[in-house]
């Protein structure tokens, strides 16, 4: 090679391995990941400028920061076309503002200028101040070179003399580039009915999604994806982001009237003050973006994999979720000690590896009025304590796992008798109850220790591997009246902040225990909890039908293995029946459970239900951490199918279950992806239902010519487990 083309390549390289590239001629900053480039600019101005997000670049001193606008009229001032990458609120700018104060004197002017940055490794940080007073923010980003991410948040500092109110601090504004036509794909839902797809047209004004329910909420999920408009599964440009959040959060995603796009996300500005004093910081929650050039199916699985190996407590090295049995549905507030080891003793016999004994083993639970809030054990139910039951568990070599709902407590119970005051309340207002509960207030320091004082005693009093954390409703009248009265309303924060300081104590202490993240099914999903946690429970509604959409909606965002999936018995919720076969082929695509009464289940059953846990041991690696193709969609099909090709492309499997056939037509043939074209693999149903005879296919005929599977009547279903040869 010619010496000259030689060194460009060779500076080409140096220069893509550079996560973070700075250029001191233009001013700019270029930061790279495998699958995307992110780039600023300094205007002369001293304003930090968004100038590109898309496929990757690879040389910063191609870029300039632009110059500034022209105002267009006195309605339309220059602030306004410019794509600013950290906006305060302050000048002309009528835009979603990232942060916005009020000074003790009134003013509530702040215009943001570039200070300093600091680049370590992946790391860069960006010092911003405003034009007078030292109110600084330093915006903190970090890139995941291999993973196509980029993390975003932000430390705003009173470095004043004088007391501030932060009045909306965001995490991050992601600037699309300029354009129209874009597409936003977001998830809605409520109780029961979580995690449903929505895609609609962009249009100039604002969509917010959020919650100012105190917890991330059933009814959006802090997770958006905005498409160029003709993007599909596999092809088309997605720009995506999921916030990590606990608490009340806010999206914004705003069109201008002059073509640009823009998302705004962080802490929900809604009933929202946080004052600083000279000195104080307030951290905002990360917001973590990347884009795909090709489609959604890219996007989800850059996210899926990012959240097992950089978000999930031990990461890449984190065991495979056990097959789990949860006691609710079968006994609900039912349980007793006999109950309980019959159960054990049938699970045992299916395979299951952990027992996880739900509500009602505690004070006087016997239903949902009384008795949250005394954690100590029933004696009517459990004469000799739980260590009768865990020893039990532990002898038929299954784990054991306990229900809590630490953050509640029953107007009926000890604990509320003896600290009406711990409550979150405005005094002299009523105090609404949900399900018959109201909520401590976590943000409280007494609080805090008391809740981490109970959970820490009964990890170490039992051998409990694993909490499942309940969480079943959602704030109201959110008053703090031991605090200062401008204060209050940091409880909104405060709470989070102490609900992850409970769980990162509770793990650092017992480095074994395993914790599940339950909102009444699917109220508390975001990525800062997720890094404390390692389950969740998706849903309240185990109907397989309905389960369709919940879990295609929840793997947009988040990966099969954190999503807990249990088998029921039949007629669920909406009084549908299914096979049992078509449940457990549903609740197999994520971390498989059974919560079924098994008393109840005849041989045939039990025969069944071994079988299928045995199939699932054989494809858990590849289900819970292999790459998602999501080939036909449960709200345009009636076959749904997913496929899962596990890490090494040694294994794949596919899922195919149809809710209805129509006309007596046969279930559409099934183009496989993301296999070995060249390669050969051993092709089997579970439960025989492929068409094809052949036992080896050709990784190019599967992709290119597909599979038929024999799938008949209502809610039949397969999954089809294919080995390279
Ligand atoms: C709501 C959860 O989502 C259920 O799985 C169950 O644990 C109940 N709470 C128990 O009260």
Same mark, same amino acid.
């Given at each position: 090679?010619?010496?000259?083309?030689?060194?460009?390549?060779?500076?080409?390289?140096?220069?893509?391995?550079?996560?973070?590239?700075?250029?001191?001629?233009?001013?700019?900053?270029?930061?790279?990941?495998? $699958?995307?480039?992110?780039?600023?600019?300094l205007g002369a101005d001293g304003a930090l400028r968004?100038?590109?997000?898309?496929?990757?670049?690879?040389?910063? +001193?191609?870029?300039?920061?632009?110059?500034?606008?022209?105002?267009?009229?006195?309605? +339309?001032?220059?602030q306004?076309?410019?794509?600013e990458e950290f906006p305060g609120w302050g000048g002309p700018r009528y835009?979603e503002p990232a942060l916005k104060i009020t000074r003790d004197n009134g003013n509530r002017d702040l215009v943001l200028r570039y200070v300093s940055h600091r680049?370590a490794?992946?790391d860069l940080d960006i010092v911003l101040k405003d034009l007078n007073d030292p109110i600084e923010v330093t915006l903190h980003y970090?890139?995941?070179?291999?993973?196509?991410?980029?993390?975003r948040s932000a430390t705003i500092r009173n470095a004043t003399q004088r007391a501030l109110t932060v009045e909306s601090a965001q995490s991050a504004t992601?600037?699309?580039?300029?354009?129209?036509?874009?597409?936003?794909?977001?998830?809605?839902?409520?109780?029961?009915?979580?995690?449903?797809?929505?895609?609609?047209?962009?249009?100039?004004?604002?969509?917010?999604?959020?919650?100012?329910?105190?917890?991330?909420?059933?009814?959006?999920?802090?997770?958006?994806?905005?498409?160029?408009?003709?993007?599909?599964? *596999?092809?088309?440009?997605?720009?995506?982001?999921?916030?990590?959040w606990?608490g009340n959060?806010?999206?914004?995603?705003?069109?201008?009237?002059?073509? $640009?796009?823009?998302?705004t996300?962080g802490l929900n500005s809604f009933d929202f003050s946080y004052p600083l004093k000279p000195g104080e910081t307030l951290e905002t929650p990360p917001?973590?973006?990347?884009?795909?050039?090709?489609? #959604?199916?890219?996007?989800?699985?850059?996210?899926?994999?990012?959240?097992?190996? $950089?978000?999930?407590?031990?990461?890449?090295?984190?065991?495979?979720?056990?097959?789990?049995?949860?006691?609710?549905?079968?006994?609900? #507030?039912?349980?007793?000690?006999?109950?309980?080891?019959?159960?054990?003793?049938?699970?045992?016999?299916?395979?299951?590896?952990?027992?996880?004994?739900?509500?009602?083993?505690?004070?006087?639970?016997?239903?949902?009025?009384?008795?949250?809030?005394?954690?100590?054990?029933? !004696?009517?139910?459990?004469?000799?304590?739980?260590?009768?039951? @865990?020893?039990?568990?532990?002898?038929?070599?299954?784990?054991?796992?306990?229900?809590?709902?630490?953050?509640?407590?029953?107007?009926?119970?000890?604990?509320?008798?003896?600290?009406?005051?711990?409550?979150?309340?405005?005094?002299?207002? !009523?105090?609404?109850?949900?399900?018959?509960?109201?909520?401590?207030? =976590?943000a409280r320091a007494?609080?805090?220790?008391?809740?981490? %004082?109970?959970?820490?005693?009964?990890?170490?009093?039992?051998?409990?591997?694993?909490?499942?954390?309940?969480?079943?409703?959602?704030?109201?009248?959110?008053?703090w009246p031991e605090a200062a009265p401008a204060d209050q309303r940091k409880l909104w924060v405060q709470y989070v902040l102490n =609900?992850?300081e409970?769980?990162?104590?509770?793990?650092?202490?017992?480095?074994?225990?395993?914790?599940?993240?339950?909102?009444?099914?699917?109220?508390?999903?975001? =990525?800062?909890?997720?890094?404390? @946690?390692?389950?969740?429970?998706?849903?309240?509604?185990?109907?397989?039908?309905?389960?369709?959409? @919940?879990?295609?909606?929840?793997?947009?965002?988040?990966?099969?293995? @954190?999503?807990?999936?249990?088998?029921?018995?039949?007629?669920?919720?909406?009084?549908?029946?299914?096979?049992?076969?078509?449940?457990?082929?549903?609740?197999?695509?994520?971390?498989?459970?059974?919560?079924?009464?098994?008393?109840? #289940?005849?041989?045939?059953?039990?025969?069944?239900?071994? %079988?299928?846990?045995?199939?699932?041991?054989?494809?858990?690696?590849?289900? $819970?951490? %292999?790459?998602?193709?999501?080939?036909?969609?449960?709200?345009?099909? +009636?076959?749904?199918?997913?496929?899962?090709?596990?890490?090494?492309?040694?294994?794949?499997?596919? #899922?195919?279950?149809?809710?209805?056939?129509?006309?007596?037509?046969?279930?559409?043939?099934?183009?496989?992806?993301?296999?070995?074209?060249?390669?050969?693999?051993?092709?089997?149903?579970?439960?025989?239902?492929?068409? *094809?005879?052949?036992?080896?296919?050709?990784?190019?005929?599967?992709?290119?010519? %597909?599979?038929?599977?024999?799938?008949?009547?209502?809610?039949?279903?397969?999954?089809?487990?294919?080995?390279?040869?």
């Amino acid at each position: 090679m010619h010496r000259a083309a030689a060194l460009l390549l060779l500076s080409v390289f140096t220069l893509a391995a550079q996560s973070i590239q700075y250029s001191d001629s233009g001013k700019t900053w270029l930061l790279n990941t495998r $699958q995307s480039s992110y780039a600023m600019g300094l205007g002369a101005d001293g304003a930090l400028r968004h100038l590109y997000w898309g496929a990757p670049l690879w040389r910063s +001193d191609d870029l300039t920061a632009p110059p500034p606008r022209r105002d267009i009229s006195s309605f +339309d001032p220059r602030q306004m076309l410019e794509a600013e990458e950290f906006p305060g609120w302050g000048g002309p700018r009528y835009y979603e503002p990232a942060l916005k104060i009020t000074r003790d004197n009134g003013n509530r002017d702040l215009v943001l200028r570039y200070v300093s940055h600091r680049i370590a490794g992946n790391d860069l940080d960006i010092v911003l101040k405003d034009l007078n007073d030292p109110i600084e923010v330093t915006l903190h980003y970090r890139v995941y070179p291999d993973y196509g991410i980029l993390r975003r948040s932000a430390t705003i500092r009173n470095a004043t003399q004088r007391a501030l109110t932060v009045e909306s601090a965001q995490s991050a504004t992601w600037n699309l580039p300029p354009g129209e036509g874009y597409q936003l794909t977001y998830l809605t839902g409520r109780w029961a009915a979580e995690t449903q797809v929505n895609h609609e047209p962009i249009h100039e004004g604002q969509k917010v999604l959020e919650s100012r329910k105190g917890h991330t909420s059933h009814n959006f999920n802090p997770w958006f994806a905005i498409d160029s408009g003709d993007a599909g599964e *596999e092809h088309g440009s997605v720009w995506f982001g999921a916030l990590g959040w606990s608490g009340n959060w806010r999206i914004s995603i705003e069109q201008t009237p002059y073509r $640009q796009v823009r998302v705004t996300g962080g802490l929900n500005s809604f009933d929202f003050s946080y004052p600083l004093k000279p000195g104080e910081t307030l951290e905002t929650p990360p917001f973590f973006g990347g884009f795909s050039a090709a489609g #959604f199916g890219p996007a989800s699985r850059m996210l899926h994999r990012f959240t097992r190996e $950089q978000i999930l407590p031990g990461g890449a090295t984190s065991r495979l979720r056990p097959v789990l049995y949860n006691s609710w549905e079968a006994t609900t #507030f039912a349980v007793n000690e006999q109950g309980q080891k019959d159960l054990a003793g049938k699970a045992a016999k299916l395979g299951v590896e952990m027992f996880v004994m739900d509500d009602g083993w505690f004070g006087a639970r016997n239903n949902d009025r009384a008795g949250l809030g005394d954690w100590t054990v029933n !004696p009517q139910k459990f004469p000799q304590g739980l260590k009768g039951l @865990i020893d039990h568990v532990t002898s038929l070599k299954m784990d054991f796992g306990l229900w809590v709902e630490p953050e509640m407590v029953n107007a009926n119970s000890d604990l509320y008798r003896a600290h009406p005051d711990w409550v979150i309340n405005f005094p002299g207002r !009523p105090r609404s109850e949900l399900r018959n509960q109201m909520i401590l207030n =976590l943000a409280r320091a007494d609080v805090k220790e008391y809740i981490f %004082g109970f959970l820490d005693r009964l990890a170490t009093e039992y051998n409990v591997r694993y909490f499942k954390w309940d969480m079943n409703r959602s704030f109201s009248e959110p008053g703090w009246p031991e605090a200062a009265p401008a204060d209050q309303r940091k409880l909104w924060v405060q709470y989070v902040l102490n =609900l992850y300081e409970i769980l990162d104590r509770l793990r650092a202490k017992h480095p074994n225990l395993e914790i599940e993240s339950c909102s009444g099914g699917g109220g508390r999903i975001d =990525l800062s909890i997720l890094q404390r @946690i390692d389950e969740v429970w998706p849903s309240d509604n185990t109907d397989a039908f309905d389960r369709q959409r @919940i879990q295609e909606g929840f793997s947009m965002a988040y990966p099969a293995k @954190i999503m807990s999936a249990w088998v029921t018995d039949v007629p669920n919720m909406n009084t549908r029946s299914t096979p049992l076969a078509f449940r457990f082929l549903t609740a197999m695509q994520g971390a498989l459970g059974v919560g079924s009464n098994l008393n109840k #289940f005849s041989e045939a059953d039990s025969a069944l239900a071994a %079988g299928m846990i045995a199939a699932y041991k054989r494809i858990r690696a590849t289900v $819970q951490t %292999g790459d998602l193709f999501r080939l036909a969609s449960p709200r345009t099909n +009636d076959v749904t199918v997913n496929q899962y090709v596990a890490a090494d492309g040694k294994q794949a499997v596919v #899922f195919a279950l149809r809710h209805s056939q129509q006309y007596n037509t046969a279930a559409p043939t099934i183009r496989l992806r993301g296999l070995d074209a060249r390669a050969l693999y051993k092709v089997e149903s579970v439960n025989n239902k492929l068409v *094809e005879r052949q036992p080896q296919l050709s990784g190019a005929y599967l992709m290119q010519v %597909g599979l038929n599977v024999n799938l008949r009547g209502d809610f039949d279903g397969t999954a089809i487990i294919l080995e390279r040869q």
